[in-house]
């Protein structure tokens, strides 16, 4: 090596220590997190000599992709990414956090069919480079350089800027942790939030809606919804988010204990009540005192039980097995069923009385196949959830794998979904889980993982709507947002004319 080019190697790992101890120093000065990344931007633009930029940050919660800074964009992208975010899988900086993979674009960045909103497609982006923002074994965001114009980066600015976005995730990391203390000290005594539901469904978020409602309302609450649809999860949240979450809360499954004993089990027993009954017991009933009590398949109950919950439900009463002295506790009780109780009252199988004293406030969780916008943020949060227990470190889901699971029908609702991840997470030898990790209960012979053309996932996806809707197509161009003329288009335009 000679003396110039020893000199030029030595110059530029000097300016690439220079500018990240710049940047090092920069986002430790703050622990607000959009003033330490607006400052890091701005040191990212300047090195790199580009025109703009954007930092997303991940919002764990519904793994909306936040813009929180960015430089010289036009107003219309500025308005779009603001109003209409995407989420962890949609559009370029989506699928960079989702599979934890950088994208440079060195021309005509604007015209790459990854870029799926039209704004952005308007926008005459030349030069573009994605650098996923990881730190402890997940990504928190995505940085993002851009410019207008034909550029070339120097030999070392990418290299530079991979190495930039570890102490920016760290400061992201660091800041949230910050936050989220912060807020845990504000909330002490205060209703917390709804963070373990996972959804970005309108139907569930109606549901949530309501929940947040009736959280300290004294009156009972009937959960319905099929099995696996998380009405426990709902019932909790009631709980942990009320006036009462310092009290128990007490869950029991009215089908999974025998008839015969579920009324001791409930209410208690006395000394001498029954054989055996050696001494006295305390029920839950009385266990739950101070706080909520859930009755999960309440429909399971017998007549007699049913005629006992009513009386405490009224007169919020009870008598022990054996006993002749009333017991007053101040327990909620939320019940749940997967079954349709109003059939089971017209077939006399469940009491009329109790029925209305229950569904006074009713509550109604969709099934999955209605909240098929739902799977990929489910499918990503089991996998970080399920990642510690299994002691793996899966980042993420193909594609194809994910198409897959929002094709299936998923009768047994979440907690399917949830068995099905685990499978997969188990099966895969990779760090993505693929189409063929999957269950071969939810991946059908007839489904190709390759063909994910956007044509194929539309067509699908409007075949799904048009089965949930009984075929009827008004219903299902308004649940996809579109024109009932666009739908019947569409129709044609796919060969699906017997439809049409």
């Known amino acids: 090596m000679s003396e110039k080019e020893y000199k030029e190697v030595i110059e530029r790992q000097n300016r690439k220590l220079s500018i990240l101890y710049d940047i090092a120093i920069t986002v430790s000065k703050s622990l607000n997190l959009k003033e330490i990344l607006s400052s890091a931007l701005d040191r990212v633009i300047e090195f790199m000599g580009v025109d703009s930029g954007v930092i997303y940050v991940i919002n764990e919660e519904n793994l909306e992709m936040l813009p929180v800074v960015f430089r010289n964009l036009s107003d219309e992208v500025v308005e ?14 989506g699928n960079i956090a989702q599979f934890n993979r950088e994208v440079i674009i060195n021309e005509k960045a604007s015209e790459d069919r990854r870029f799926t909103r039209e704004t952005l497609k308007r926008e005459g982006m030349e030069f573009y480079a994605g650098i996923p923002l990881y730190i402890r074994g997940r990504v928190v965001g995505v940085l993002c350089a851009i410019t207008h114009k034909p550029y070339r980066p120097k030999p070392d600015d990418i290299e530079i800027l991979r190495a930039a976005s570890v102490p920016i995730a760290l400061a992201i990391e660091n800041a949230r942790m910050y936050e989220s203390l912060r807020e845990e000290i504000e909330r002490m005594g205060q209703v917390s939030d709804f963070s373990n539901i ?58 999974a204990i025998p008839d015969s004993l579920l009324e001791s089990e409930l209410f208690g027993y006395v000394k001498g009540a029954f ?7 305390k029920g839950l009933f009385e266990a739950a005192d101070g706080g909520t009590l859930f009755l999960d398949e309440i429909n399971s109950m017998s007549e007699s039980l049913q005629s006992k919950l009513l009386r405490f439900l009224q007169d919020r009463q009870f008598y022990k097995v054996g006993s002749t002295t009333p017991i007053s506790v101040d327990v909620r009780v939320l019940a749940a069923t997967n079954q349709d109780l109003d059939r089971a009252v017209k077939e006399s199988r469940f009491r009329k009385d109790l029925f209305y004293r229950l569904n006074t406030m009713k509550i109604s969780l969709p099934p999955l196949r209605e909240r098929v916008e739902d ?15 299994l002691r793996r470190n899966i980042k993420g ?49 007839r489904e190709s993982p390759d063909d994910i053309s956007l044509e194929s996932i539309e067509r699908r996806h409007i075949l799904n709507v048009l089965k949930m809707t009984g075929g009827e197509k008004k219903k299902a161009a308004e649940l996809l947002g579109i024109n009932p003329v666009t739908l019947w288009r569409k129709l044609k335009a796919y060969g699906l004319n017997d439809i049409a």
């Open 198 to 255: 996972v959804t970005n469904s309108p139907k569930m978020l109606r549901v949530l809606d309501l929940v947040r409602k009736v959280l300290n309302v004294p009156t009972s609450i009937l959960l319905c919804g099929e099995s696996g649809t998380g009405k426990e999860l709902i019932a909790r949240a009631i709980h942990y988010n009320s006036t009462r979450k310092e009290g128990p809360f007490i869950p029991v499954n009215c089908a």
């Open 397 to 445: 889901i193909t594609a194809g794998a994910l198409r897959t699971l929002s094709l299936y029908e998923w009768p047994g609702n979440v907690r399917e979904l949830e068995n099905a991840i685990e499978h997969a997470m188990i099966m895969t030898e990779g760090e993505y889980i693929t189409f063929e990790d999957l269950p071969e209960s939810v991946r059908p012979d």
């Open 80 to 93: 779009d990414l603001t109003r209409n975010r995407v989420r962890v899988g949609e559009c370029m900086c």
């Open 275 to 281: 054989t055996g009954a050696s001494g006295e017991k």
């Open 375 to 389: 799977i990929p943020l489910l499918a990503r949060y089991f996998i970080e959830r399920l990642n510690a227990r």
